[in-house]
T-cell receptor
C-alpha cells in the first residue's frame, strides 16, 4: 500500500513563479515529514522538514505547509528558478517506537523554464 | 558531495546472476539504509543496519540480502536476478544520535541493468 501519495507527477513553471507540490499520508503515527530534492545522477538530499506541532516552516524560498487534520502537507517554492529543476520527494516517518524507515512519495519532476 | 560512497556506479548483468553492491557511509555514521528506486515504485526502503546489526526490514525480496561490516561499510547482495530487479539502488547513512536521527545522507546510487 502507498502510505504517502504525492501529486502532481510533473510540474512546469516559469521562472519567478510559485511551484506547489502536495502530499497526503495515511498513518496518523507519522510525526516527521521531510522533503528531499534529487538532481539527475545524484541521490536525494534533504531540503526541508517539518513536525506536526507547527503548521508552517519556511527556509528561504522553500515553505512547508502542514494540515494535520487533513493529513496533508505541501511544498511551496517561491520565485522558482531554473536551478530548482529537479525531482522532489515528500516523505514521512514515525520517529518514536516505529521502524525508523522513511516512506517516500513517488516524486514530482519540476521543470522551471527560464 | 554527501560523503556516502557507492560502488559501482553502473552494473550490467544477465538474468539469474548474482551481484554485490557496496556502500561506504559518511565517516562516523553508524546507520546504513538501502533503498531501491524505480520509475513505477519510487523509492522503496529495503533494509537498515545499525552498527553491524539489522535494525529494520522493508520490502526486501528473499533473493536479496545485506550486511554491515565492522568497519561500517555495507554490502547489498542480489541473487537470481530478474529483469524486474533493474533499478537504481541507493545507500544512505545517518549518525544515529539519540532516539532517531532524521537526516539521511544518500549516495549517488548504483544503476543496475539486468538483461
Amino acid at each position: 500500500q502507498q502510505q504517502v501519495k504525492q501529486s502532481p507527477q510533473s510540474l512546469i513553471v516559469q521562472k519567478g513563479g510559485i511551484s506547489i507540490i502536495n502530499c497526503a499520508y495515511e498513518n496518523t503515527a507519522f510525526d516527521y515529514f521531510p522533503w528531499y530534492q534529487q538532481f539527475p545522477g545524484k541521490g536525494p538530499a534533504l531540503l526541508i522538514a517539518i513536525r506536526p506541532d507547527v503548521s508552517e516552516k519556511k527556509e528561504g524560498r522553500f515553505t512547508i505547509s502542514f494540515n494535520k487534520s487533513a493529513k496533508q502537507f505541501s511544498l511551496h517554492i517561491m520565485d522558482s528558478q531554473p536551478g530548482d529543476s529537479a525531482t522532489y520527494f515528500c516523505a514521512a516517518t514515525q520517529t518514536q517506537g516505529g521502524s525508523e524507515k522513511l516512506v517516500f512519495g513517488k516524486g514530482t519532476k519540476l521543470t522551471v523554464n527560464p | 558531495d554527501s560523503g556516502v560512497t557507492q560502488t559501482p556506479k553502473h552494473l550490467i548483468t544477465a538474468t539469474g546472476q548474482r551481484v554485490t553492491l557496496r556502500c561506504s557511509p559518511r565517516s562516523g555514521d553508524l546507520s546504513v539504509y538501502w533503498y531501491q528506486q524505480s520509475l513505477d515504485q519510487g523509492l522503496q526502503f529495503l533494509i537498515q543496519y545499525y552498527n553491524g546489526e539489522e535494525r529494520a526490514k522493508g520490502n526486501i525480496l528473499e533473493r536479496f540480502s545485506a550486511q554491515q561490516f565492522p568497519d561500517l561499510h555495507s554490502e547489498l547482495n542480489l541473487s537470481s536476478l530478474e529483469l524486474g530487479d533493474s533499478a537504481l539502488y541507493f545507500c544512505a547513512s545517518s549518525p544515529r544520535q539519540g532516539e532517531y536521527n532524521e537526516k539521511l545522507f544518500f549516495g549517488s546510487g548504483t544503476q543496475l541493468s539486468v538483461l
